[in-house]
């Protein structure tokens, strides 16, 4: 765990202890820690501890016992975080996100892999269905890669999906975040670990839940307003009528963020969710252009050739319409090649992110 910004160590081990005692939006206790410290740095937790279990409405016979608690839990998700390589960011630290500092109900600590400075970037949050088809599958990845070469920050949720290609595409061109629902040393799903390893080796993984907090349902809604924090805008890439992703969405709009729906077909209702943003006054988006115009920003150059994708196509993908699937029977009856040929052309360009392969083993074309 690496120390950042100005905070003293008991300062950033009170906040820890808030974390661990907060119930809900304890707003009014957050922001009266962090002034307190900010006035008084040298008494650190012990100083303020009186006050801080006023403010949380603990009752007087079980203050001393319920902060005791707080303190050692506090000891132990630090060192906790120290041997998973997290770094803890406070709020009121240097390093804690300004877009979320202001969020009625922020998080007490971050608990970050990787770089804590990637949270504070200009961000597009871009969430959807974890069942999503592969056509939206597309959409997101190369939406999320076209903001990540316009220089924006690309955060989602690591889900299966549409986060999960959200991630991947921002990865082609930039770097990218995720906001975690466990702990930011328990990755989940588990078949995203090696993303979640791509991730925070040019972005960040976080959470605002200490290291070894399992997975729970209660823990999702509660990330979902990270995302729409960190962000300028929420961009919805297929969502039913009840998905999850509209938390987001409605988090954003209470955060007074710009919320954006891409549409979809109206025949299985896999779409209702983006359709209703849109009745309701979202952003209908169609191209990256639509983004960034939503949110005022003007595309930046690219700042490291090495991360742009050469345009060159393969003779196989030109056969292949994109976001069209295709099985193995139907791609050697186009190009007249033996199936193993194929079989073995289409692993490489899955490996390099070209083409994707669907449950039922047909392929898709990317780019």
């Known amino acids: 765990m690496t120390e950042r910004g100005h905070s003293p160590p008991d300062a950033i081990e009170a906040c820890v202890a808030l974390s661990l005692l907060r119930v809900g939006s304890d707003t009014k206790a957050a922001r009266l820690l962090v002034d307190l410290i900010r006035a008084d740095p040298s008494a650190g937790f012990a100083g303020v501890m009186d006050r801080l279990a006023e403010a949380l409405e603990i009752p007087p016979l079980l203050r001393r016992s319920r902060i005791d608690q707080a303190w050692e839990g506090a000891a132990r998700a630090l060192e906790d975080a120290r041997r998973a390589g997290l770094t803890v960011v406070p709020l009121g630290s240097d390093d804690y996100p300004v877009r979320l500092r202001w969020l009625p109900d922020p998080p007490t600590v971050l608990w970050v892999k990787g770089d804590p400075a990637a949270l504070g970037r200009p961000a597009i949050a871009v969430v959807g269905s974890r069942a999503a088809t592969p056509a939206s599958v597309l959409v997101a990845r ?7 070469e316009a220089g924006l920050l690309v955060v989602s949720g690591l889900a299966r999906g549409i986060d999960g290609a959200a991630h991947d595409g921002a990865l082609e061109a930039g770097v990218t975040a995720a906001v975690l629902g466990c702990g930011a040393d328990r990755i989940y799903p588990p078949e995203h ?109 690219p700042s490291a050739p090495a991360l742009t994708k050469s345009l060159q196509i393969s003779q196989l993908q030109g056969t292949m319409t994109v976001g069209e699937p295709y099985s193995v029977e139907d791609l050697a009856a186009r ?4 199936t193993p040929e194929l079989l073995a052309e289409l692993g490489g360009l899955e490996l390099a992110g070209r083409v994707a392969r669907n449950p039922g083993g047909s392929y898709i074309r990317l780019d």
């Open 142 to 148: 190369r939406l999320s890669r076209e903001l990540a």
């Open 193 to 301: 670990r090696s993303l979640a390893a791509r991730i925070a080796a040019r972005g960040a993984v976080a959470s605002e839940l200490p290291p070894g907090t399992p997975p729970l349902p209660r823990h999702f809604p509660l990330r979902n307003r990270i995302i729409s924090g960190l962000s300028l805008g929420v961009l919805v890439v297929e969502a039913s009528f009840k998905s999850g992703s509209l938390i987001t969405a409605r988090a954003g709009l209470e955060q007074g963020r710009a919320v954006m729906a891409v549409p979809g077909g109206i025949a299985s209702g896999r779409h209702r969710g983006c359709h209703a943003l849109i009745k309701d006054g979202a952003r209908l988006v169609e191209s990256v252009e639509d983004v960034l115009d939503e949110v005022g920003w003007r595309a930046q150059p």
């Open 335 to 338: 190009t007249g090649r033996a």
